[in-house]
């Protein structure tokens, strides 16, 4: 059987569905059989209509105590039917279904699946689907329901979907190893894909997605954990000289390294010195200085003779980069530049030329440095700033411009380690859990929105001092139009009626890049007063002089989200304030709150975010950069997560090639789930 096969080979399938099924990325008969269901009805359960409640779907099982009637109406026409069950009576009800005429009969008992409408004591089923008592087509079972798109229906898409497991039926071959599916009691593949689409109980349904979930962590775990090996084992790499000692730059530093960042450096240190190529993860909260550990780096790698690059995801990140990278290193004599593409043309064409040249030690820059013009003359050492926003792909197009250079990542977002473990699996990882001594705490407060008024003296008061300040937006929805009227709507309320004595500025993410640059260069420069905004303030801008932020509508962001964008403060001599403006009574926002309001450690924030995570978006900050999971959900699925880390380690240690035959099916999968699809 080919599982390669094109779908439109598949009963059902004509050339119209052909077009419909490629929008859903199912183009082979694999892809169809593995097209999972979004969610499931259970008709199974029948109730008693006086248990039905208003606006719930459900499953009757009722006798028809009359024919169909017939009423005309001015456009439509609508079919009722009275039913009765043990409990009472009720009315079904469908329009335009003149087909039904004919079909119930009075006296005999059928199963319908539909709205229940309860209005007093008048209950009613609108337009539901329905089967006579002993039949199991339309209800009586548990219904896969897929995600659509516009012109493909449950009915035909399930029916499609039918079929593509009709062919394969009982001859899939198992895509893992006899052993795992003996030790960890898992379903077979072909039970597995039966039960995820057409269960006859939940419990089956359970079943078949634990098994499935299993191997997609798993096989995602493994690839990234052998990716790790490899480059343990790889001495290809640059071994940067070991008379380069890292305490010359950090005697040239203003300030004290904390133990913290000691230690980072030291593992890296070592990392760069040993021929194995670095691939570290750099993890430290907002403020807890990773800028001056990728300093202490690329120094080390320029004075062993390379050149070094740094990514950041914004131009105004750069500039502030580079800034402090000069104060540092020209004096020293390492030669730092930037790219960036606000640059003009002449001046990149001269910049390209010194590069490859080698007359650049250092090029600090944003998405253009990914450019293929982009060349070095021999690049050791590639760093990207605020991970998050980069995708594993982007990362290798910069490391490809060097031979084998060392990678270090680094990023703001703390992660517990179990998830560290599946996102960063292919990194080392190095933590710095301690800031710079003198931080004041950043004051948090969570208010009601009736405060308002007060909470806006308060913000006039940080003014007059000389202070600048923030106003966030809530996330309206994921969606950018309805983000941007809110941002619009705000901002004239600020200018209008709250400041109109300030200069209030707003920025948003639908702006060109070159635009929210100039705008947070202008905050930078003092000479805006209030700064509305979005979360594109989010990643690391210093202006050390804004100290207080207000986070409207606080009640809908995560944690890890609220955390780094209260991060934006709080980086000056200043004492900074974070002011969280919330909307009604949840408990959930108020226990998150609450912590906010307790802590300004992202670690046990992030941690809390996983147990609170029912409204938590931990993830949406992070966005990008995460393996795609077709089954697998991060949260719910924590704890197979475990489970199935232990597994990879434990396969890995008795076959770290995974050359074995037993491991031979483990092999198909990876290349399957990462040859084809990413590059890695
Ligand atoms: P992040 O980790 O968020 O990127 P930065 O590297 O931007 O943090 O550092 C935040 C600020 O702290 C910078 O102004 C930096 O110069 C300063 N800083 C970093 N390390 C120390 C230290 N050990 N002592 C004092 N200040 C420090
Ligand atoms: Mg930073």
């Given amino acids: 059987m080919d599982l390669e ?24 008969l694999k892809d169809l059989i593995s097209y999972y269901p979004r969610t499931y009805e259970d008709r199974s359960k029948a109730k008693y209509l006086s248990d039905c409640v208003d606006g719930e779907e459900a499953t009757i099982e009722a006798i028809a105590c009359s024919r169909i009637s017939e009423i005309r109406m001015p456009k439509k026409t609508m079919q009722k039917l009275i039913i009765r069950d043990e409990t009472m009576t009720g009315t079904v009800t469908w329009f335009n279904q003149n087909y039904l005429k004919n079909i119930f009969y009075t006296g005999k008992k059928y199963r319908f699946y539909g709205k229940i409408s309860k209005k007093y004591n008048n209950i009613s089923i609108i337009s539901p689907v329905f089967d006579e008592i002993g039949c199991t087509k339309n209800t009586g079972k548990i219904i896969p329901i897929y995600p659509l798109t516009y012109q493909l229906t449950q009915n035909v898409l399930r029916k499609i979907i039918e079929n593509g497991i009709a062919e394969v039926k009982d ?14 009691k898992l379903l077979n593949i072909n039970q597995a894909i039966q039960n995820i689409h057409f269960p006859q109980k939940f419990e089956d349904f359970k079943l078949a997605r634990y098994r499935l979930v299993f191997e997609e962590l798993l096989t995602t ?3 990234l954990l052998q990716l790790k090996n490899n480059y343990m084992n790889d001495k290809n790499g640059i071994a940067f000289n070991k008379d380069v000692k890292m305490s010359e730059i950090i005697n040239e530093l203003p300030f004290k390294l904390t133990k913290a960042q000691l230690r980072v450096l030291e593992e890296i240190d070592n990392n760069m010195e040993s021929e194995k190529s670095m691939n570290r993860l750099l993890q430290g909260d907002v403020g807890s200085g990773k800028t001056v550990i990728a300093m202490c780096a690329a120094f080390k790698a320029v004075r062993s003779g390379y050149q070094a690059t740094i990514i950041a995801p914004t131009a105004i990140l750069a500039i502030q980069h580079l800034e402090n990278f000069k104060n540092i290193l020209e004096k020293m004599n390492i030669r730092c530049e930037l790219l960036i593409s606000a640059i003009t043309k002449k001046k990149k064409t001269e910049l390209l030329e010194r590069l490859k040249n080698g007359e650049i030690d250092i090029l600090i820059g944003t998405h253009a440095l990914l450019q293929e013009n982009v060349e070095f003359k021999n690049l050791g050492l590639v760093v990207t700033d605020e991970q998050h926003r980069f995708g594993v792909k982007q990362r290798t197009t910069l490391v490809e411009k060097g031979k084998n250079p060392d990678v270090l990542v680094m990023t ?14 292919d990194l080392d990882i190095s933590i710095i859990d301690e800031l710079p001594p003198n931080r004041k705490k950043i004051e948090t407060f969570a208010v009601q929105k009736n405060m308002s008024e007060r909470v806006n003296n308060f913000v006039r008061k940080q003014i007059e001092e000389g202070r600048q300040a923030y106003i966030v937006c809530p996330l309206v929805e994921e969606n950018e139009e ?12 600020y200018t209008k009626e709250i400041f109109p004595e300030y200069r209030v500025q707003y920025i948003h993410g639908k702006m060109k890049q070159k635009e929210k640059d100039e705008i947070m260069l202008n905050f930078k420069n ?37 955390h780094q964008l209260r991060g934006r403060v709080g980086r000056g001599q200043y004492q900074s304030y974070c002011i969280l403006k919330c909307e009604g009574k949840s408990e959930n926002a108020r226990k998150r709150m609450k912590i906010m309001c307790e802590t300004n450690d992202g670690f046990i924030i992030s941690e809390k975010d996983l147990e609170l995570r029912g409204s938590g978006d931990f993830f ?6 995460l393996p795609e999971f077709k089954i697998a959900n991060l949260f719910e699925d924590m704890p197979i997560l ?15 090639n995974l050359q074995n035959e037993e491991n031979r099916l483990l092999i198909n999968l990876i290349k399957d789930k990462f040859l084809k699809r990413i590059e890695i």
């Fill in 5 to 28: 096969k094109d779908v439109k080979f598949v009963k059902g399938v004509g050339p119209s569905k052909v077009k419909l099924l490629n929008k859903l990325e199912i183009y082979t």
């Fill in 171 to 184: 001859n899939l071959q198992e895509t893992l190893p006899e052993y795992l599916l003996k030790e960890y």
């Fill in 221 to 223: 775990q493994l690839a």
């Fill in 412 to 425: 703001a977002t703390p992660i517990p380690r179990t998830l560290a473990l599946i996102l960063y699996g």
């Fill in 482 to 493: 309805s983000d941007l009227k809110s941002v619009q709507k705000i901002y004239e309320t």
């Fill in 526 to 562: 003092r000479q805006i007063d209030i700064l509305i905004s979005t979360t594109v303030i989010e990643v690391g801008v210093d202006v050390p002089n804004a100290n207080i932020m207000v986070i409207e509508n606080a009640e809908r962001f995560g944690l890890a989200a609220l």
């Fill in 620 to 625: 949406g900050t992070m966005q990008h950069g």
């Fill in 642 to 656: 475990k489970t199935v880390q232990g597994v990879a380690i434990k396969i890995l240690e008795k076959d770290p």
